[in-house]
Structure formats: structure tokens, C-alpha cells
């Protein structure tokens, strides 16, 4: 019995579990499947030379007008004339089931393009259409050789300094992947990754060679607005923001809450609310997740906030709460450090009288 019980501390100590005396879980259940663990996702993968084909690059530019480059004559995106290697360059990492021709991918290319930027966008489609748990294995290739075109550019004029990478969910993870190899073969940082509620499910048990980090790029920004569904709760990033505490988004119906795939995708307004107003997501630090959560960091001082957008303080470190309304253009700006307007304790709230309810 002491030899079993010996092993069980071991394996216990390996995987850094918490003690029995503050771990519920063995009484309760903890996550598995496929929200949680996808078995193998880690192991290598291989993208042959005939598939690379298949992996291109569109170039958007002058007016919304569109170039597409294979990966094999990416090189000449350079040439491009839609290409100025003197502008920031944006890159757009797609997310699962996504695609270049896809609302998304246009939404995010058209609001960077008025902001004067090069934009790039990269179409994986193949290899993110396929079952999720193998699209998560086939980004890390995918991320190797979309980091080799960046090389490439490099030689013709592309600044790593002036280069930023924007994930939505899968796409987030991809971005790490890519700026991972392209510091791996040049020695040098990618400047920026937006990540847009980097996906939960096959990588909330990984570390961080597996998965986006902050130590990606010069400066990582990560949103989440869905931690425990299709997001993920782990901070990734220099700054995490926790919008309305990460769980789940408001909704149009103010007693029924955004659900999982709609707090999911919320990411995406939100972020295109906070490009058209700058300066109006205002996020206040926390001490730590629960806090965020909680909706409880009004507390703490002294007050600390931080700008959610391309103009945040890349100063800034920690874990931020942002509170929204539940309607588009969603921003609070300096009402959003006010508790009051914590929309969840307006939902909240309605059983905290001391007078006894008597329903009719």
C-alpha cells in the first residue's frame, strides 16, 4: 500500500496538480475530451512539398483590390503594388474553418487597409478545414513555412519591427506558431500579435512552446471573451484582457446570457468597435483571473487601466477586466471604471434587497 501510494504522490507532483486538501476535482470531475485534451495534437506533423500548394498568401491593397501568391512564389509579394515595406504590415493568421474569402478575414483586411496598412492574409484553408483536432496539429507546420516567407520578405525590405500578427481563435495559436519559427530562424521578434480569443480546446493543458505566449513576439495583446467554452482562461499575453470577466458576453436579451459560440465570436466587434474608437476600451487591472471574473478589480489601488486597440501602452503588464454594454459600439469608456455599470450586477443584483419577495 505505501509502494501505491508513493507512485500516486509522484504522478501527483508531475503533472503539478493542486494538494488533495484544496483539489476538488477528483470529487467533482475535471475537464477531458474534446473541449479539454486532444491526445497526439502535439506530436509532429509534416506538410509534403505537393501540399504546399495549397498554402497561399492574398495581398490586399489601392482600394480593397486583391492579389493571391502560393507559397512557392510568395517572394513576390514584394514586388506587389500594393506593398510598401516603409507602412506597418499586417498579417492575419485565420482561424478555424475560416478563409480569406470568409466575412472575417474581409472585415479585419478592410479596416487595416484604411488605417495604411500592408495587409497580408494567410490562407490555410485546407489544412483548417479538416477534423479540429488535426487542424490544431497541421498550424504548427503551417506556422513553420508561413515564417519562411516572412524571411524571404525580409531580404526584399519587410521590418519585423513593423510587423504585426492578428489571430482569431485558432488563428491565434497559428500566429504563435509563426512568430515562434520566425525568431527560431532570424534571431529577431515579430513588433506585435492581436489575439482575438485564442481557442480553448487542445491547447488549455499545453505549454508555452505549444501554444501562443507572450514570448512571441516584442508585444502580445490577448482578448478573451469566452474562457470557459470555446476560449481559453490561461493569460498568454504581456496583457490579457478579460472583457465582462471572460465567461460570457451580454446579449441583446438582457435575461439571457450570450451563449458559447456567440460569446466566441463577440471578440470580433468588439475589436473592430475598439480600431473605429480608439481610446474608448478602457480596461482596469486586476490581481489576478478570479478577480477578473468576479468583476471585482474597482478596489484596487492604486487604479491602473490599460487602452484595448492598436494604441495600447505596450508598457503595460497583468491581467485587465473590461466591462461593455451589450450592444454595439459596446465601449463605456470612462464610465466602464464605474462598478455601477458592471452590466452582470445589474443581472445580479436583483435578489440583493433585504425585503422578502412575494411573487404573484
Not at 496538480?17 to 476538488?24: G, I, N, R
Not at 509579394?77 to 472575417?104: C, E, Q
Not at 490555410?124 to 520578405?153: C, D, I, S, W
Amino acid at each position: 500500500m505505501l509502494k501505491v501510494v508513493l507512485c500516486a504522490s509522484v504522478l501527483l507532483s508531475m503533472v503539478s496538480y493542486p494538494s488533495v486538501a484544496d483539489d476538488h476535482r477528483a470529487e467533482f470531475g475535471y475537464p477531458a475530451g474534446l473541449m479539454s485534451i486532444c491526445p497526439g495534437s502535439t506530436k509532429p506533423a509534416v506538410i509534403p512539398k505537393s501540399q504546399l500548394k495549397y498554402l497561399s498568401f492574398v495581398v490586399q491593397g489601392n482600394g480593397r483590390s486583391r492579389q493571391k501568391y502560393s507559397y512557392w512564389n510568395a517572394r513576390n509579394i514584394a514586388k506587389d503594388p500594393r506593398i510598401n515595406f516603409k507602412r506597418r504590415t499586417l498579417l492575419v493568421a485565420i482561424g478555424y474553418l475560416d478563409s480569406p474569402n470568409l466575412p472575417i478575414s474581409a472585415m479585419f483586411a478592410n479596416d487595416y487597409e484604411d488605417r495604411g496598412y500592408n495587409v497580408i492574409i494567410v490562407d490555410n484553408q485546407r489544412f483548417a478545414t479538416v477534423h479540429y483536432h488535426l487542424a490544431t496539429r497541421l498550424m504548427r507546420p503551417v506556422g513553420k513555412h508561413v515564417a519562411e516567407v516572412l524571411v524571404q520578405l525580409t531580404q526584399y525590405g519587410l521590418d519585423p519591427s513593423k510587423l504585426e500578427l492578428l489571430g482569431f481563435s485558432l488563428g491565434c495559436h497559428t500566429a504563435g506558431f509563426i512568430a515562434k519559427h520566425f525568431h527560431t530562424m532570424t534571431g529577431r521578434n515579430i513588433s506585435t500579435i492581436a489575439a482575438l480569443e485564442p481557442s480553448g480546446p487542445c491547447f488549455r493543458n499545453l505549454g508555452p512552446k505549444d501554444r501562443l505566449d507572450a514570448s512571441d513576439a516584442d508585444f502580445v495583446q490577448v482578448i478573451h471573451t469566452n474562457i470557459d467554452g470555446y476560449g481559453m482562461a490561461a493569460p498568454m499575453g504581456h496583457v490579457d484582457i478579460y472583457v465582462n470577466g471572460g465567461e460570457y458576453q451580454p446579449s441583446d436579451i438582457s435575461i439571457y446570457p450570450c451563449t458559447t459560440t456567440c460569446s466566441h465570436f463577440r471578440v470580433l466587434p468588439l475589436w473592430i468597435s475598439a480600431l473605429k474608437n480608439p481610446r474608448k476600451f478602457i480596461g482596469l487591472k486586476c490581481k489576478d483571473i478570479q478577480q477578473a471574473r468576479d468583476s471585482a478589480c474597482y478596489s484596487n489601488l492604486p487604479i491602473d487601466t490599460v487602452v484595448m486597440g492598436l494604441g495600447i501602452d505596450k508598457r503595460k503588464r497583468g491581467i485587465f477586466y473590461l466591462a461593455t454594454t451589450m450592444e454595439y459600439p459596446f465601449y463605456l469608456g470612462a464610465k466602464g471604471l464605474k462598478e455601477e455599470n458592471v452590466y452582470w450586477k445589474k443581472l445580479t443584483d436583483v435578489n440583493s434587497g433585504d425585503e422578502t419577495e412575494i411573487y404573484t
